[in-house]
């Protein structure tokens, strides 16, 4: 276990970051100084250009292929950071699949595929950082506001993200001791390729103004809140889920 961090340099794992929500986030830690590990499961290429756009700006980034679904995967990310990094401050679990049908009709592939990367996943993020990170640390899950609407085709995908709220609540109270805080944010509509899939130009129109700000997020409204959690001046928000989605719950 690291306990302490020698270098001074902040260093972040983000999960899911080769596009979307993950990559904005990965790019707003680079730009407040934070060396990042940027995950991706497949998209190499993209996740090459995220890399390649932080060093451009003079961050400091490494793209590192693990796919969340598998038990070694948090394991792989960590042992980077402590290759290049010297360990991790950070960990934002981001990565995350979407599939969509009526409880009676989903079957047991699509309930292996969703519970395996949005709970497996951050669970074994979750139990990885709590004895990998440096004290004084940041955990930052990414739930959804999908969580509250309780909206038909959603129940799969929203009773994950309710048990990452709820393992959440848990792990902040348990490495409270070593100054780690445990937070959620949960995005409500936002602009992304895993969002607006399968939605037509009608759809998304209608969806945005049930949002009282009168548009859809982008992924940088969510980086910047995960910004602020992963911050040093975050450490009195703690075992918190913030609902990032305009007004709309």
């Keep these: ?79 980077a950071a402590e290759k290049s990094y010297g360990g991790a401050d950070i960990l934002v679990n981001n990565a995350g699949v979407m599939s969509l049908a009526p409880i009676a009709e989903a079957d047991d592939a699509m309930f292996e595929r969703i519970l395996s990367t949005n709970l497996g996943g951050v669970f074994r993020g979750l139990r990885e950082g709590a004895n990998r990170l440096r004290d004084g640390g940041r955990i930052v899950s990414l739930s959804s506001s999908v969580v509250g609407f309780y909206q038909p085709t959603y129940g799969l995908y929203a009773a994950t993200k309710a048990a990452v709220e709820a393992m959440t609540h848990i792990l902040a109270k348990e490495l409270g001791p070593r100054k780690i805080t445990v937070n959620a944010v949960a995005p409500g509509p936002v602009a992304t390729d895993l969002f607006l899939d399968g939605k037509d130009s009608a759809q998304v129109n209608a969806l945005a103004k049930t949002i009282p700000l009168g548009r859809l997020g982008q992924p940088e409204d969510i980086a910047s809140v995960v910004s602020f959690l992963a911050s040093p001046g975050s450490q009195w928000v703690n075992g918190q889920v913030i609902r990032a989605n305009g007004g709309a719950l």
């Design 1 to 79: 276990m690291s306990t302490t961090n020698q270098t001074g340099l902040r260093a972040a794992i983000v999960t899911g970051a080769s596009r979307g929500i993950g990559a904005a986030i990965a790019a707003r830690l680079a730009a407040d100084g934070v060396a990042v590990i940027v995950n991706y499961a497949h998209a190499h290429a993209q996740a090459a250009d995220v890399v390649a756009q932080i060093t451009e700006a003079d961050g400091r980034a490494l793209a590192v292929q693990a796919d969340l679904a598998a038990p070694n995967a948090m394991k792989v990310l960590f042992d």
